[in-house]
């Protein structure tokens, strides 16, 4: 890549990625190692909850194509305050109402797949920033 989108962020950010879109794989990948990133991968929904239960995942990389999954109830269970993760949709298509409703239903960010590593690294870090702010007041509050 010619320039980062950004500095490698100076706090380890843990994702997991729920995809098995080998393109994919290889963009993030990069992403991650030149950010400094800890990233997780799922290629099954069930896959992905162990994931979340077991780590401390701010940020989720949902990919739309995720076979057997129905997004309104992955994106519901990975809002729910157990485990208050921001989720990223992965999708080939960032102009249809499946969007829209993805995002008015709490999702908090659409990327256009084929990935481009700048845009990754601009998401990653825009709700990466937004789960920490998000954690940081429930705890205050609680």
């Known amino acids: 890549m010619i320039g980062t989108a950004l500095p490698p962020h100076t706090e380890k950010i843990t994702i997991l990625a729920i995809t098995y879109s080998k393109p994919s794989h290889r963009t993030l990948e990069q992403a991650a190692l030149e950010q400094g990133w800890i990233l997780l991968w799922a290629e099954s929904w069930a896959e992905a909850l162990r994931q979340v239960q077991n780590h401390r995942t ?56 084929p990935l481009q590593e700048p845009a990754v690294i601009e998401a990653v870090h825009s709700a990466w920033t937004f789960w920490k702010g998000c954690i940081s007041r429930a705890y205050h509050y609680e």
């Open 58 to 113: 701010g940020v989720v990389l949902l990919d739309r194509e995720l076979l057997g999954t129905d997004w309104r109830d992955a994106l519901q269970m990975l809002l729910q305050p157990a485990h208050r993760c921001c989720v990223i949709l992965l999708t080939t298509n960032v102009k249809d109402r499946f969007c829209e409703e993805f995002l008015q239903d709490g999702g908090c960010r659409v990327l256009q797949t």
